[in-house]
């Protein structure tokens, strides 16, 4: 028996994507390929540290690996630039030349800069007066 639906989708920036698919959506190829939810899955300490170890090989940078949605899903942009800012790194600084210290600052600006968009249900009206999105 076929039942009718409705689907409504605004997308005033057409970044966005809708995939239809059949089966558990958990399983389709677009979800299983997407890396931790920063909000809700973020790893830990040491975690962190072996998936940016996975990643650092070659001439790769800091900035395009947050923005890549199989690393760390949901990010975008001006998230990434949040968290760069807040853990005081380059966008084009190398993976392979972070130390343990900026690991470590990495790790806990993308918890609260994640964490502090969400509780403002990200209007940027309440985001801290500090941040940098105030003045990108």
Not at 32 to 40: A, H, I, N, Q, R
Not at 56 to 77: E, H, T, Y
Not at 109 to 122: E, G, H, I, R, S
């Amino acid at each position: 028996k076929s039942q009718a639906c409705q689907l409504a989708y605004c997308d005033a920036r057409r970044f966005g994507r809708i995939k239809l698919v059949e089966g558990d959506p958990a399983e389709s190829e677009a979800v299983t390929k997407l890396g931790f939810d920063p909000l809700l899955e973020m790893p830990d300490l040491e975690g962190f540290s072996q998936l940016l170890a996975k990643k650092s090989k070659g001439a790769a940078r800091l900035k395009p690996l947050l923005l890549d949605q199989s690393f760390c899903a949901g990010v975008g942009n001006w998230v990434a630039d949040e968290v760069l800012w807040h853990s005081r790194l380059h966008p084009e600084q190398l993976l392979s030349a972070l130390q343990p210290e900026h690991i470590k600052a990495l790790h806990t600006a993308l918890q609260q800069v994640v964490q502090t968009a969400v509780a403002a249900k990200a209007d940027s009206s309440k985001f801290p007066r500090d941040w940098m999105f105030h003045v990108r």
